[in-house]
């Protein structure tokens, strides 16, 4: 059974950084690319970075860009967003999301929860003083 399992989350001061885990079973890691997204209370869920498997191309959204880095570990079967300089609309909701290979395809990077196959439960992060 194919399961992501996020943690990490948490409250955190301004500027402050986290650590998001994202442990998946039930598959293999280095068949997929893997996710993250968040959304916040009244918005859409949005892509905030990904990492695929077939080339290790990464994206990031312009809004975290130079302040989040993705990584993955195959041998632990886990995928790790490194949150550092947060800001309060940070905070949400984040989610782990996997699809095969990779991130995007000849039209551009995969943006939309739609283009993912798998899926986490969440973890709530809040950037507050």
């Known amino acids: 059974q194919v399961q992501l399992v996020e943690s990490g989350g948490g409250l955190v001061q301004p500027g402050g950084s986290l650590r998001l885990s994202c442990a998946a079973s039930g598959f293999t890691l280095d068949y997929f690319a893997y996710g993250w997204f968040r959304q916040a209370p009244g918005k859409e869920r949005e892509a905030v970075s990904c ?5 290790e191309s990464i994206f990031y959204a312009d809004s975290v860009k130079a302040r989040f880095t993705i990584s993955r570990d195959n041998a632990k079967n886990t995928v790790y967003l490194q949150m550092d300089s947060l800001k309060p609309e940070d905070t949400a909701v984040y989610y782990c ?7 995007h395809n000849g039209n551009g990077w995969y943006t939309r929860p739609s283009e993912f196959d798998y899926w986490g439960q ?3 992060v809040t950037v507050s003083s």
């Not at 990492?51 to 080339?55: A, R």
């Not at 999301?97 to 991130?103: E, G, I, L, N, R």
């Open 51 to 55: 990492i695929s498997s077939s080339d």
């Open 97 to 103: 999301a996997a699809v095969p290979h990779a991130c």
């Open 122 to 124: 969440g973890t709530q």
